[in-house]
């Protein structure tokens, strides 16, 4: 009955019915028009960027934030009459990312000029809310490129790395409501391997954004290019994935939203050689990253920042080691430490230093590691700011 009645609107009264979509001008379709306000949030959002690539920088990792536009955005003039979609908040919230001096790519211009040139980076009616194919090509090529200024060896997609063919769609996405539109769909030569299954199941992921991706690329990897710990949304999710396994020596993709939060777990497992923060416009709100979380987010700095402080050593029997072993990963907890201990590392045999993390309801500290990593003979180093001392324990 919801169908027969969407249709009968369309076809009677030109007009689109429908939960999720609302027609343009020229037969476009475009997801329901939300507006946002540049405020607190969004500078919350810029401080949490911040923190991130501070992070990585202090550890010499490359670090690129993705800034991705919205249909909307990009095909303003094809809004129906009426609608005046206004994101003067973009530029706002970009002034925040520059103060911070935010590595950023923004592929809003090159999207409104590939389009200006003739090419639907956007379907007219099909997947709406985001770019097709050929824009997640040009749009993950611009991030490569802002990452060939730290690996000069990546490579840049190029079209006949894939078989380009059309794709009929026959209906919206999530709908029945019927289309028949054409997109590019690109398929690739590669062969990687795969690796995602092996650690699905030991990665802690939010149940409603569980999208993990673990794929090395050997050519690549061969070729010098980096091993890339990438947080992406439904744009890289759904098409742009593919142009990152073609280019990045190992891919580990996970989905942004209220991950991110927890960046230091995933930094410390995966060890990556460079890190990517995608958004899409409209995905920079509440319900995506959770706003007292953001500014909750505690991160280590890096160990080198205590090196001043005066050294107390003590035996590593006078605290706790646990270890939980898995196929993939290893939980280490450490516990016994003094409560007023403000970071925690562990350093490993080889002498790589890991951020050790407060248990949220008890005193005991844990990193996951990789199981690469030897966690016999570890070192564990905890800092007290208020005495002035680096206590280790070894």
């Not at 476009?28 to 946002?36: I, L, P």
């Not at 520059?98 to 007219?124: C, H, P, S, W």
């Not at 490129?145 to 060896?153: A, G, T, W």
């Not at 050997?218 to 992406?232: I, M, W």
Request: aromatic content about 14%.
């Amino acid at each position: 009955m919801i169908s027969a009645y969407t249709l009968m609107y369309d076809k009677v009264f030109g007009e689109m019915v429908h939960p999720s979509y609302t027609y343009g001008k020229d037969g476009y379709v475009f997801s329901k028009v939300t507006y946002t306000e540049f405020g607190e949030y969004q500078i919350a959002f810029a401080d949490m960027i911040k923190k991130i690539q501070d992070y990585c920088e202090e550890r010499d990792v490359p670090f690129v934030f993705m800034f991705d536009p919205s249909k909307t955005t990009v095909l303003k003039d094809e809004l129906a009459d009426g609608i005046n979609y206004n994101n003067e908040w973009v530029s706002q919230f970009f002034e925040e990312l520059d103060k911070r001096d935010i590595n950023y790519v923004d592929n809003t211009e090159l999207m409104i000029e590939k389009t200006e040139e003739g090419e639907a980076v956007f379907n007219q009616k099909y997947n709406a809310g985001h770019w097709n194919d050929l824009g997640a090509f040009y749009g993950v090529n611009n991030t490569l490129e802002n990452l060939k200024k730290f690996f000069p060896q990546i490579h840049i997609n190029e079209k006949n790395d894939f078989d380009v063919e059309e794709k009929l769609n026959t209906s919206l996405q999530v709908s029945k409501f019927p289309i028949h539109e054409y997109e590019p769909l690109f398929i690739p030569h590669y062969t990687l391997l795969d690796l995602s299954e092996e650690y699905q199941d030991e990665v802690q992921i939010d149940s409603q954004h569980r999208t993990f991706l673990y794929q090395i690329n050997e050519n690549e990897k061969a070729n010098g290019s980096p091993k890339a710990l990438v947080f992406q949304g439904s744009y890289i999710n759904q098409m742009g994935y593919k142009f990152f396994a073609n280019s990045l020596g190992e891919y580990i993709a996970i989905h942004n939203y209220q991950n991110v939060i927890n960046f230091d777990y995933y930094f410390n497992l995966f060890q990556p050689e460079c890190v990517i923060f995608e958004v899409a416009e409209y995905t920079i709100t509440d319900s995506y990253f959770d706003y007292e979380k953001m500014l909750n987010m505690n991160l280590n700095p890096v160990i080198t920042s205590f090196d001043d402080l005066d050294v107390e050593e003590h035996s590593i029997n006078k605290c706790i080691i646990e270890k939980e072993k898995k196929e993939k990963t290893s939980v280490v907890t450490i516990k016994g430490l003094p409560e007023n201990m403000q970071y925690v590392y562990l350093q490993s045999e080889k002498g790589e230093i890991f951020d050790l993390k407060l248990g949220q309801d008890s005193d005991d500290y844990s990193v996951t590691l990789d199981n690469k990593v030897n966690i016999n003979n570890l070192k564990v180093i905890a800092i007290d700011e208020d005495s002035g001392k680096k206590v280790v324990y070894e």
